[in-house]
């Protein structure tokens, strides 16, 4: 079935890098993304969004790529700072009998070494 | 503040019991969902709901349950039939199809 999948589980980075965390899509009718921070324990917690009418959207610190011919998503965080340490997670909301469901891809654990 | 609080943060069930999750917002949001989430896993989607009095299976519904009689509260039981039910259990709200969804604080259920 079409799913949100992710490259790599987990990404290890120095404190002060530059940390990307890449995101396959499959469902070519998706029209929004997400990209979301999961600390221990907590709940995830909505870190930027872009459309797909849309390549590059920049927040703070953090820039969304998105690649429709091959379906890609990235999220980069520039400087990245041990409380970046988490896990990320990629998702869109696929349209189904007239609702969006949030979906959601495996997860990236960063881990940032000071 | 507007959020999603869910309660209680730990829960503990004997085996062949019942539990209920509560879940309540006042977001205004119409859409509310339940996901589990396994230990070093994404979210899995157990139950949603668009609207009041409506709800619709997810793609592990089989062993919960769950209701939608506010626009603030969509309880999530989990049934004895749910055969492996420890796991992380994360409600869910968002305001549209172009929108982020906003998460509780999540319940970490485990049988004794």
């Known amino acids: 079935g079409e799913s949100v999948g992710l490259h790599l589980p987990t990404l290890s980075v120095q404190e002060g890098d530059n940390s990307i965390i890449n995101c396959a899509y499959s469902?070519?009718?998706?029209?929004?993304f997400i990209w979301y921070k999961q600390e221990s324990g907590k709940g995830p917690q909505f870190i930027i969004d872009?459309?797909?009418?849309?390549d590059k959207r920049q927040g703070q610190r953090v820039t969304v790529l998105l690649n429709k011919t091959v379906k890609h998503l990235s999220l980069q965080i520039a400087a990245t700072q041990p409380g970046d340490s988490a896990v990320y997670f990629c998702?869109?909301?696929?349209?189904?009998?007239?609702?969006?469901?949030?979906?959601f891809g495996r997860g990236t654990s960063l881990i940032v070494h000071p | 503040d507007g959020g999603i609080t869910q309660s209680p943060k730990y829960l503990f069930r004997k085996e062949g019991q019942n539990v209920t999750l509560s879940c309540e917002q006042n977001?205004?949001?119409?859409?509310m969902y339940w996901y589990r989430q396994d230990p070093g896993q994404g979210l899995r989607l157990i139950y949603y709901?668009?609207?009041?009095?409506?709800?619709q299976k997810g793609d592990i519904a089989e062993g919960y349950s769950v209701s939608r009689e506010k626009k603030e509260s969509f309880p999530l039981t989990v049934t004895s039939a749910q055969k492996n039910p420890t796991a992380f259990y994360l409600c869910?709200?968002?305001?549209?199809?172009?929108?982020?969804?906003?998460f509780g604080q999540g319940t970490r259920l485990t049988v004794v």
């Open positions: 998702a869109e909301n696929i349209g189904s009998g007239g609702s969006y469901i949030p979906t």
């Open positions: 469902n070519s009718a998706s029209d929004y």
């Open positions: 872009i459309r797909s009418n849309m």
């Open positions: 977001l205004n949001h119409d859409a």
């Open positions: 709901s668009q609207i009041v009095n409506d709800f």
């Open positions: 869910a709200s968002n305001g549209g199809s172009m929108t982020e969804a906003f």
